[in-house]
Nanobody
């Protein structure tokens, strides 16, 4: 199995910054992609940012220029640096990983979620 543990959420004022972290552990052979999704109350879960095992990244239009995703492959960790936060960024943020286990199984796993609240 593969597990994801997130940290770094909290309460911040509009214009502030937060950094989310997500560490993957378990029977990992390789992690193909890691990313962050978010779900606001009454809304569907949406992709925020994703990073492949190479250098490619992609972002939701709403966060481009404000959020930066990065990976430390040696630590099986993905980060989301969030700057210039807006009240509309308030949501539960979920880490996602697509990986191959040591048993040659493809798995897609989710973290438990971390709440980000941006006050106006």
């Amino acid at each position: 199995q593969v597990q994801l543990v997130e940290s770094g959420g909290g309460l911040v004022q509009a214009g502030g910054s937060l950094r989310l972290s997500c560490v993957a552990s378990g029977n990992i052979f390789v992690i193909n992609a890691m990313g962050w999704y978010r779900q606001a109350p009454g809304k569907q879960r949406e992709l925020v940012a994703a990073a492949s095992d190479g250098a490619s990244t992609n972002y939701a239009d709403s966060v481009k220029g404000r959020f930066t995703i990065s990976r430390d492959n040696a630590k099986n960790t993905v980060y989301l640096q969030m700057n210039s936060l807006k009240p509309e960024d308030t949501a539960v943020y979920y880490c996602n990983a697509k990986a191959i286990t040591i048993f040659h199984r493809y798995v897609e796993v989710w973290g438990q979620g971390t709440l980000v609240t941006v006050s106006s």
